[in-house]
């Protein structure tokens, strides 16, 4: 297969495993081209890409810039907080603004979940999605597939747990898909209050005991507990759920093996990790970061493709 059975990258529910692996073969070939003195190819000359960001982002907005610049595509950047949304603009009406200037391709962040659908449905540009609400963030769960497959040579047959804010998690979500559809068995570890009720349905085991679940797994991906999706106190204290739920270098020391960590970023040092955790060798935090433009990369240049497949 070289091309997507897809059009839009919506979420990782939506793809294959043999998309997933095209994705991982084409970023090879770009972390080796990013890793040249020269760091561009001139593949996308033809192609604008406009990214829409209607919620904070450092890690995702950067490295889809960077990756569409490594790629010679023209780029816009939109930004909700100083745009005409503000004036009451609905999305459809700002998205069609926006690719009446020619646009290709839309790279989104959206606090609503099903906003990438929702506007891939409605407008004629090839939609990626780089979060939508607690939904999912394909891209972040490819580029910690690859990761994993990078650090342990396959992600098949692997034991990884996710740790800590479940039910608020869009990169849960899609690294839970990712990660089964690779053939990686999957347990999440965190207060009951913050694992959604349907998880045991998606076959993925529960562990409420941190090193009972870090004595299992291969891989430990941290998230951050995310305080902007909760109107409610899910725990009593943080000081509380870092002493259940967070992983020192005290604690990582006294197992039996030597795991793998990550964590999406941002981080709170000090609370699902502490920092000595974050700066050590087995954690893959900044490779992930590195990784993503190489993902992105092939994301982006794999939809371009079909895009111009269905134009010729
Ligand atoms: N991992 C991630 O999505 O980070 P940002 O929110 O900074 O993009």
């Known amino acids: 297969m070289s091309e997507l059975s897809v059009n839009h990258l919506l979420g990782i529910k939506y793809i294959?495993?043999?998309d997933i692996q095209l994705i991982f073969e084409t970023a090879d070939h770009f972390k080796e081209v990013i890793n040249r003195p020269i760091k561009k190819v001139p593949s996308l000359r033809d192609i604008t890409i406009a990214n829409l960001f209607f919620e904070n982002s450092t890690r995702t907005r950067l490295s889809f810039e960077l990756a569409e610049k490594r790629l010679s595509a023209d780029v816009i950047n939109f930004s909700a907080?100083?745009?005409?949304?503000?004036?009451g603009e609905t999305l459809i009406d700002t998205v069609n603004n926006i690719l009446a200037m020619k646009v290709d391709m839309v790279v989104m962040r959206h606090p609503n979940p099903g906003a990438g659908v929702f506007l891939?449905?409605?407008?004629?540009?090839?939609?990626?999605?780089?979060?939508?609400?607690?939904?999912?963030?394909?891209?972040?769960?490819?580029?910690?597939?690859?990761?994993?497959?990078?650090?342990?040579?396959?992600?098949?047959?692997?034991?990884?747990?996710?740790?800590?804010?479940?039910?608020?998690?869009?990169?849960?979500?899609?690294?839970?898909?990712?990660?089964?559809?690779?053939?990686?068995?999957v347990k999440v570890?965190?207060?009951?209050?913050?694992?959604?009720?349907?998880?045991?349905?998606?076959?993925?085991?529960?562990?409420?005991d941190l090193r009972t679940a870090l004595e299992w797994c291969d891989v430990a991906n941290m998230l951050r507990v995310q305080n902007e999706r909760m109107d409610i106190s899910y725990f009593p204290t943080t000081r509380e759920y870092t002493q259940q739920f967070g992983v020192t270098k005290t604690l990582l020391d006294s197992l039996n093996k030597e795991i793998v960590v990550m964590h999406p970023g941002p981080i709170n040092r000090g609370v699902e990790i502490t920092s000595d955790v974050a700066d050590s060798k087995q954690a893959i935090i900044l490779d992930q970061v590195q990784n993503g433009v190489a993902v992105r990369?092939?994301?982006?240049?794999?939809?371009?493709?079909k895009i111009k497949h269905n134009e010729n």
């Open 120 to 185: 891939s449905q409605h407008v004629d540009a090839s939609i990626i999605n780089a979060g939508d609400g607690a939904h999912e963030h394909p891209t972040q769960a490819l580029l910690d597939c690859y990761s994993i497959r990078e650090r342990l040579g396959d992600v098949a047959g692997k034991k990884v747990v996710i740790v800590g804010d479940i039910l608020h998690s869009r990169v849960a979500l899609s690294n839970i898909f990712a990660l089964q559809k690779l053939g990686a068995e």
């Open 189 to 208: 570890c965190g207060p009951k209050t913050l694992l959604p009720k349907f998880i045991a349905d998606i076959g993925v085991g529960v562990e409420s």
């Open 16 to 18: 294959t495993e043999a």
């Open 297 to 305: 990369m092939a994301v982006i240049y794999l939809l371009a493709s």
């Open 81 to 87: 907080a100083s745009s005409s949304v503000k004036k």
